[in-house]
């Protein structure tokens, strides 16, 4: 069932600013954050150093400082930067709608998050792959297949089966969404979970939503 979102519904559901959680997602994991803060230790230093350099006659020196205080906010500014682009690709669509459906397969796979080389006890080099178990929902609604939600499995995702309800903002170029573009993370109402790779949905507002557009229509 797909009910089309009302003007300026999507734009309250996906916020052109970073969330908390977004903000928590696009920060990454801790070697991300450490090159995240060498970035702006080592930019703000040397840019620093020049606007000490060019205050002592050359009007470029507040400049200097500008962009000295800018590379030492980086691991702020950048995460939020990143987040804002990533929801602005939802955002952009002019159709959207909301989904409820439910799960037709859960599949799991495991992916390759990273590869690098390291020496062995032999001093030899070698391969190590770093690997993480993906699960993968099917959705579909009495019309039939919908699309597909994929994210990292943790542990509180073992309970979902096939037949759980979903709900999910749909997104497509064409307003009769003959076409789906993209889906938005999903929430599994009859477990309380949260699913998908990205949480763009702010996700009190999107329940709130469900509740008035959906209740109403039984």
Known sequence: MLIPLRPGELQRLIPAVATGNQFRFALGNPQEVLQRLMIAAIGGVITFLIYNQAQLGSRWGPVWLVISVVFFLYVLWGPIVQAGQRNATLRR???AALFEGEVA??????????????????GRLELVENRRTWMLLELEDEEGYLGRVAFPMEKKHQSIRRGSLIRCLVLSERKDFSKIGALSDAWLPGMRIWVGEYPFLLRPAFEELCQLRLNSRR
């Open 93 to 95: 669509y002019p159709a």
């Open 105 to 122: 397969d859960v599949i799991t796979r495991e992916r390759v998050e990273n590869r690098h080389e390291q020496a062995d006890s032999r």
